[in-house]
């Protein structure tokens, strides 16, 4: 996947909706966090009814920002799959994706970290709670545990060396990973609609399936900072969960095994190319 020491373009991509009472201080705190290294912000507003369109178009004339915008609120998973796509046309190689929330509880001051581990070979790093260090503020004791058992869930079924944070949305990806993986996956990148947060565990147990390379580091969730409404729906995304741990404990039939085939061609080009 190139020089992996090499970092291009550091692309950060915020999906946000009904965010204006944080938007401005968040994108503040990423020009701070970034302030030495080529950056851009991609964020994909998905039908904001309070404001949070006006005030980026304004912020736009002073920062690096693109605003890919739905008329109508479409949901976190399409949110998210329209901003990889964006961002993945517009990657040259040796850029980075950073994905986080746009609601402030995802603090860029971790991004720095989150580029040495890329910059050490791995093709993604996830901010992880549960690393020494990590952990979270403003969460109910009730919401704690039920995330922390949701992680360990998955840890069970899809173990990955290393990783411990499977539902935490703020990760850094190599984007010639998130290239290959859209060419392999194609429409079906984030499968499960309308099941709440589930795809943010998908695109993990993907990256999984085509032998990314993974690391973490320990972060603290800022649930305390956040502004808006929550937008999960506990119950939707539980029935998410067991409808992803049927669909991936093994890639069933037509499509599961095309999904092998495309990732088996991929790893052997890229054997081709560090043999030359």
């Known amino acids: ?3 992996e020491n090499n970092i291009g373009i550091v692309r950060v991509l915020l999906p946000v909706y009904n ?3 944080g938007i401005a201080t968040l994108l503040e705190r990423i020009r701070t966090s970034l302030h030495d290294v080529p950056y851009s912000v991609l964020v994909v507003e998905d039908g904001s009814t309070d404001g949070t369109h006006e005030q980026l178009t304004a912020l736009a004339a002073t920062m690096p920002i693109e605003i890919l915008r739905h008329s109508t609120n479409r949901g976190l998973w399409e949110t998210i799959r329209d901003g990889f ?3 993945s046309r517009e990657a040259q190689p040796g ?3 950073i994905r986080m929330d746009g609601d ?3 603090d860029p001051r971790y991004i720095p970290a989150m580029l040495a581990k890329i910059r050490e070979g791995n093709d993604v790093v996830i901010a992880s709670r549960f690393q020494p260090g ?4 403003g969460l109910t004791g009730y919401r704690a545990f039920i995330s922390r058992c949701a992680n360990l869930l998955m840890k069970a079924i899809f173990p990955i060396p290393g990783v411990w944070e499977y539902s935490c949305g703020y990760r850094a990806y190599r984007a010639e990973l998130v290239q290959d993986a859209l060419h392999v996956f194609g429409n079906s990148f984030i499968d499960l609609k309308g099941v709440g947060f589930t795809c943010t565990v998908e ?3 993907k990256f999984r399936m085509m032998g990314a390379r993974f690391a973490e580091i320990p972060f603290v969730l800022r649930y305390d900072q956040k502004r808006s409404s929550s937008k999960m729906l506990s119950s939707v995304t539980t029935l998410g969960y067991g409808v992803l741990i049927l669909k991936y404990i093994y890639p069933w039939g037509e499509q599961g095994q095309r999904w092998q085939r495309e990732i088996a061609t991929l790893r052997r080009r890229r054997g081709e190319r560090a043999a030359v």
């Open 19 to 21: 965010e204006a009472a």
């Open 203 to 205: 695109k993990l147990l």
């Open 95 to 97: 850029d980075v994706i």
């Open 1 to 3: 996947m190139g020089d």
């Open 104 to 106: 402030d509880t995802h």
């Open 134 to 137: 990590g952990g979270a503020e």
């Open 85 to 87: 796509e964006h961002a």
